[in-house]
């Protein structure tokens, strides 16, 4: 337990100013400062950095599939009506349905891209994708206007100039037409948009129903280019990976979102790895800046110290008061540096005051996601550094000798 002597001394000396010693005033507040904009800056910087993260991944999961059953050969997989059920029998998966890839040709009007065709479940893959609808609907089945539904990304129904209610034709070549020259050609309805502000996906992907993607890649009964895999719990996704890939033969493998998008997820773990280590330099330099706030609150006072000294405190006495001193500074500007952030988390929340280019970072935005744990971390770390820094100050004041510095400044 601390000595309240110590304690009141350190209290008084943080909290009450000298006449005449306003230069020693603003070394204090400036110490002060630099710890709160370490300590904010620090918070900010792991909050932006979280919210990345929990955005992009966010986004991946919710428009890929958790995990992907597929073929090394260019042959489809067979016998799906029994793979399925084997599937969907292995500890950790929800879901599983089959789908169909390929390339095409998609056309609006007088537009004509290249795009990626994926057939799925009339009533929609495993994906999140409905909360990811931006205009219309999401919705495979037969439209109003006596055509089946289609959903494609912002980006390439902005190419296409095309909207909700629009006409779109599909064109296949498949390799089983013995004429192909001639390719397989089907007209659908846009039914719906979505967003994801991921380029690769908003601008490749259109997806329409198991049934007229099978009819356009002449795919038979029972075949699939794909698997596609739901588990239960997302925090699973690599050991169930791992346990399907014992049980499923050449030459069918699987593969896992995080191995899929690796790219992606590899960006941002170095955001996360580099930007805090980076930003806590800017604590470290703020808490050794102690050295020269606290010495020269020591140099201040050193009349004070030979009083003490003269009425019975002890060197130890003298070291707790300094370093009591130096911890009260940390910890203002440690409070100050937290209020910083919970202000910046709530200005960025409510008013979107950094804006980012979509094209570049996947959103319109920058998220914040503040994590308790990093605010302990955070406080623990600023503490330790200030007592580290107030420590060798502290331990000058205490070697000082009463009888010098009673008579000092005469």
């Known amino acids: 337990m601390f000595n309240r002597f110590e304690w009141f001394i350190a209290r008084r000396y943080f909290s009450s100013g000298r006449k005449g010693s306003s230069f020693l005033s603003f070394i204090k507040i400036m110490a002060i400062a630099g710890v709160a904009v370490g300590a904010a800056g620090l918070l900010i910087a792991l909050s932006?950095?979280?919210?990345?993260?929990?955005?992009?991944?966010?986004?991946?999961?919710?428009?890929?599939?958790?995990i992907v059953v597929s073929s090394y050969t260019s042959s489809p997989i067979a016998r799906t009506d029994t793979l399925l059920p084997f599937l969907l029998s292995v500890d950790g998966i929800e879901n599983a349905q089959a789908a169909l890839m390929g390339e095409g040709m998609v056309q609006a009007s007088s537009f004509v891209d290249g795009t990626l065709i994926k057939g799925v479940h009339p009533d929609g893959?495993?994906?999140d994708l409905r909360s990811y609808i931006s205009s219309g609907e999401y919705n495979l089945g037969m439209m109003d206007t006596g055509r089946p539904g289609l959903v494609m990304g912002?980006?390439?129904?902005?190419?296409?100039?095309?909207?909700?209610?629009s006409t779109i034709t599909l064109y296949t070549l498949s390799e089983r037409r013995e004429n192909r020259d001639l390719p397989e050609i089907m007209q659908f309805t846009l039914s719906g948009i979505y967003h994801t502000g991921i380029d690769i996906f908003d601008d490749a992907y259109v997806m329409i129903a198991f049934e007229h993607a099978a009819r356009l890649m002449e795919m038979p009964p029972n075949r699939a280019h794909q698997i596609d895999l739901q588990v239960a719990d997302i925090n699973q996704i690599r050991f169930i990976h791992a346990d399907l890939n014992q049980l499923i033969?050449?030459?069918?493998?699987?593969?896992?979102?995080?191995?899929t998008y690796s790219n992606i997820f590899a960006w941002i773990d170095l955001q996360e790895q580099t930007i805090p280590f980076v930003i806590s330099i800017m604590i470290i330099v703020a808490a050794f800046n102690l050295i020269g706030a606290i010495l020269m609150m020591v140099l201040e006072r050193v009349r004070d110290i030979g009083v003490l000294k003269t009425v019975g405190a002890t060197d130890r006495n003298i070291r707790r008061v300094f370093l009591y001193e130096g911890l009260f500074v940390g910890a203002a500007g440690?409070?100050?540096?937290?209020?910083?952030?919970?202000?910046f988390y709530w200005l960025q929340t409510t008013f979107a005051i950094i804006p980012l280019s979509e094209d570049n970072y996947?959103?319109?935005?920058?998220?914040?996601?503040?994590?308790?744990?990093?605010?302990?971390?955070?406080?623990?770390?600023?503490?330790?550094?200030c007592a580290a820094a107030s420590w060798l100050p502290a331990r000058y004041a205490s070697k000082t000798d009463p009888v010098k510095v009673i008579q000092f400044g005469r």
């Open 125 to 127: 893959d495993l994906s």
């Open 154 to 165: 912002k980006r390439l129904a902005r190419t296409l100039s095309a909207e909700p209610g």
């Open 249 to 259: 033969q050449f030459p069918l493998y699987a593969e896992n979102i995080f191995q």
């Open 48 to 66: 932006i950095v979280h919210g990345f993260k929990s955005t992009i991944q966010e986004k991946i999961l919710g428009f890929g599939n958790h």
């Open 334 to 343: 440690l409070m100050i540096g937290i209020a910083i952030s919970l202000l």
């Open 362 to 385: 996947f959103m319109d935005t920058a998220p914040v996601e503040p994590h308790l744990l990093d605010f302990f971390i955070v406080s623990g770390v600023t503490m330790f550094l």
